[in-house]
């Protein structure tokens, strides 16, 4: 059954993140995930430097929609790859900056991607998605624990679509720049669940100024709110 989309975007752009989703899923399904090496060693970033691992469609329109009613300007990707979440959320912004009729709200999105070759990639589909995300992504290339230490300014929202182990310091990195009522998604909750203890028990403390829900989309999805 045809389900609504929550996106506004060309027909163009619909077409090209739908095949962008398919070559990722395609991928994936080559992938024998029972037998891969810890994340973040080097052999598993050498079987993953040439993999899209997209996070799911459905997901990333959640998100979108997320953004949307949350009047997001200003987003921080840990993880970005080929770039295809990033899309939806230079997307989003770009339409809530449309709101500001001074036009002085321009919306931006800083992602970060540790694999220069996946960076480049990512940089080639935003120049074929065009113009309806011009000039809205900040990529800085490089370890999210460097990238993402300065000039972040004020953060709407944090999409944590990265190995298990950087979530927690991705999350710390970023915490002192969340406005109130900030969100912060993270992927694969259920599925993962185990190596996401240490994230859980920082964000689930008392007194912690998070909460948290899971989302019962395919292998979980957490949205975090920051007080
Ligand atoms: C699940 S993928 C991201 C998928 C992307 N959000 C999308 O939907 O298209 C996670 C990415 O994080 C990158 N990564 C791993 N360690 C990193 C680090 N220390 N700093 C920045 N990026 C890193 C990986 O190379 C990988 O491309």
């Known amino acids: 059954m045809a389900y609504p989309t929550p996106l506004n975007a060309s027909p163009h752009l619909l077409?090209?993140?739908?095949?962008l989703h398919s070559q990722s899923l395609t991928q994936e399904a080559n992938v024998d995930w029972y037998s891969l090496p810890e994340q973040c060693s080097n052999a598993f970033d050498d079987i993953?430097?040439?993999?899209?691992?997209?996070?799911?469609?459905?997901?990333?329109?959640?998100?979108?929609?997320?953004?949307?009613s949350i009047n997001a300007q200003a987003v921080v990707e840990a993880g970005t790859s080929f770039g295809v979440s990033t899309i939806y959320l230079a997307l989003a912004v770009a339409e809530n900056a449309k709101r500001d009729a001074s036009g002085s709200v321009k919306g931006k999105v800083i992602a970060t991607e540790k694999e220069p070759s996946k960076a480049s990639e990512a940089q080639k589909n935003w120049e074929r998605a065009g113009k309806e995300i011009d000039g809205i992504i900040d990529l800085r290339i490089g370890d999210l624990r460097e990238t993402l230490t300065k000039d972040l300014g004020v953060v709407d929202f944090l999409l944590l679509d990265i190995w298990t182990p950087l979530a927690l310091p991705a999350l710390k990195l970023v915490q002192p720049y969340l406005r109130p009522g900030a969100v912060i998604m993270a992927d694969n909750t259920v599925k993962a669940a185990s190596k996401y203890e240490e994230l859980f028990a920082y964000v689930d403390a008392p007194g912690s100024s998070f909460h948290r829900v899971t989302l019962p989309y395919e292998g979980g999805l957490d949205m975090i709110v920051y007080q």
């Open 15 to 19: 077409e090209f993140l739908k095949t």
């Open 48 to 68: 993953m430097r040439d993999k899209f691992i997209a996070l799911d469609q459905d997901k990333c329109e959640l998100v979108y929609h997320i953004l949307r």
